[in-house]
């Protein structure tokens, strides 16, 4: 099986595994049908509450790491194969098969990706994420921000062509899946932290 398609399949289908949906629904909550209806660890902590929630981001960000090790293993020396494992991590998060391919918004998943394939441009970009919810207290906007910028810090601080683009395309997915969070932060009504109901 050439690298790609090895590379592509394990992505997928570590990244698609549905932490949120198993955890949430082993407490008795159908994710899906309760708070928000996103399958993501921000609706587990409306529902399930914060430790709940903290365990589901940890698992996220665990499947997001582990895709890219698992590929870098067996190819080692390769590095579109780990980009391209990392990049349908995302892909398999916020569309997984199991689930109708309605899945979360991908942020924790991607920073379990890059924390493997580019950890010095991830550092800043979650220094963006803190300062802009810190100065906003809009955590999706802090999402945003966050993941726009990953690839240029990324491109800037001479990581490989791959991830730069493993780096673009997860923020161009993670930005469309924010287009309600969006929407809303542009008519005033996105919910900051704090707020009842903002997280």
């Given at each position: 099986?050439?690298?790609?398609?090895?590379?592509?399949?394990i992505?997928?289908?570590?990244?698609?595994?549905?932490f949120?949906?198993?955890?949430?629904?082993?407490?008795?909550?159908?994710?899906?049908?309760?708070g928000?209806?996103?399958?993501?660890?921000?609706?587990?902590?409306?529902?399930?509450?914060?430790?709940?929630?903290?365990?589901v981001?940890l698992?996220?960000?665990?499947?997001?790491?582990?895709?890219?090790?698992?590929?870098?293993?067996?190819?080692?020396?390769?590095?579109?194969?780990?980009?391209?494992?990392?990049?349908?991590?995302?892909?398999?998060?916020?569309?997984?098969?199991?689930?109708?391919?309605?899945?979360?918004?991908?942020v924790?998943?991607?920073?379990?990706?890059?924390?493997?394939l580019?950890?010095?441009?991830?550092?800043p970009?979650?220094?963006?994420?803190?300062?802009t919810?810190?100065?906003?207290?809009?955590?999706?906007?802090?999402?945003?921000?966050?993941?726009?910028?990953?690839?240029?810090?990324?491109?800037?601080?001479?990581?490989?062509?791959?991830?730069?683009?493993a780096a673009?395309?997860?923020?161009?997915?993670i930005?469309f899946?924010?287009?309600s969070?969006?929407?809303?932060l542009?008519?005033g009504?996105?919910?900051?932290v704090?707020?009842?109901?903002?997280?």
């Open positions: 099986m050439p690298d790609s398609l090895l590379a592509v399949s992505g997928y289908l570590a990244g698609s595994i549905p949120a949906f198993l955890v949430a629904r082993a407490r008795g909550i159908d994710v899906r049908r309760a928000s209806g996103n399958v993501g660890a921000t609706n587990v902590l409306r529902t399930s509450g914060v430790v709940t929630a903290v365990c981001m698992l996220d960000l665990a499947k997001g790491a582990g895709a890219v090790q698992c590929v870098a293993r067996l190819a080692p020396g390769a590095v579109a194969a780990p980009a391209v494992a990392g990049l349908a991590a995302v892909v398999g998060h916020i569309y997984p098969v199991w689930l109708k391919f309605r899945g979360g918004k991908g924790a998943t991607a920073a379990g990706v890059f924390s493997v580019t950890p010095v441009a991830l550092a970009a979650l220094a963006l994420f803190v300062l919810v810190w100065l906003t207290r809009f955590v999706s906007l802090g999402s945003l921000v966050a993941t726009v910028a990953l690839g240029p810090i990324a491109a800037s601080l001479g990581a490989p062509a791959p991830v730069v683009f673009l395309a997860s923020a161009l997915l930005v899946r924010h287009r969070n969006i929407m809303r542009i008519s009504t996105e919910r900051r704090g707020e009842r109901g903002a997280l």
